[in-house]
């Protein structure tokens, strides 16, 4: 049963950085307080200018060096399909910034396969499909992740679901492929919505006045279908962080300060 908290909430910082550096101190703290109950955490990233600042932010704070990272596992909600080592992957930007810098095993980063070896983006979907069964929450066959990260496209596309195409409707599994997308690169791997809506929380980083309108579509119950924003609840908390540029056209009644 979703909770009531599963409300969706509007968190404002006055400009990115302060977003970034908010979100990060908040996500080390949820997986701190997991790693020190013992508990595994289970983590999405997502990519963009916000995914890559958050990443960048924690990797600043002191608390990093003080949570056992064995505890934490981390996935990706999409992967644009192109070689390994590419920049425009989203696992090479994680690790950049933050991945490569943290004291944690190899087998707890779950990226998403990369194009190469003979593997087209199908096989690369079943295999990632593969790898989150390996790690069953108690709704599906997937994690349910702790912390599920997502940036908003000023399109309302979240991870590679994408306004009114057939990923975003899609139930019967966990991973898809992307063809053709709207936004370069064309081939991607994206988890689907309920693979997303398992997530205990859903946040969604928002900055820059070019989301204000998505976001205002988002937070107005919109079609999920043509508003993918719309679509992604966390079973226990769904936060849009956002600034105040993306803000403008947010509803008073769903801002939260004390978050």
Request: proline letters at 8%.
């Amino acid at each position: 049963m979703v909770e009531a908290w599963a409300e969706k909430r509007v968190v404002i910082s006055p400009d990115p950085a302060a977003l970034a550096d908010s979100v990060a101190a908040r996500f080390l703290s949820r997986v701190a307080k997991r790693a020190d109950e013992g508990k595994l955490a289970h983590v999405s990233l997502t990519g963009g200018t916000m995914g890559a600042a958050v990443l960048a932010a924690a990797a600043r704070n002191p608390r990093i060096e003080r949570i056992d990272w064995s505890l934490v596992h981390f996935w990706w909600s999409d992967e644009r399909f192109v070689p390994a080592g590419d920049e425009e992957r989203n696992e090479k930007q994680a690790r950049g910034v933050l991945l490569d810098a943290i004291d944690m095993p190899a087998a707890n980063i779950h990226a998403i396969p990369a194009e190469g070896a003979g593997a087209d983006a199908e096989a690369a979907a079943s295999a990632y499909a593969d790898e989150l069964a390996r790690y069953p929450g108690p709704d599906g066959a997937w994690p349910a992740f702790d912390v599920c990260f997502l940036g908003v496209g000023p399109d309302a596309h979240i991870a590679s679901l994408f306004p009114d195409r057939p990923e975003i409707l899609v139930t019967d599994r966990s991973v898809v492929p992307v063809h053709d997308a709207p936004k370069p690169p064309p081939e991607r791997i994206t988890m689907t919505r309920p693979v997303i809506n398992g997530s205990k929380r859903v946040w969604m980083v928002v900055s820059g006045a070019d989301k204000a309108s998505a976001l205002g579509l988002a937070l107005a119950g919109a079609s999920y279908a043509s508003v993918p924003a719309a679509g992604a609840k966390g079973r226990k908390r769904t936060v849009f962080f956002v600034d105040e540029a993306a803000a403008s056209q947010v509803p008073p009644d769903l801002i939260d300060r004390e978050y």
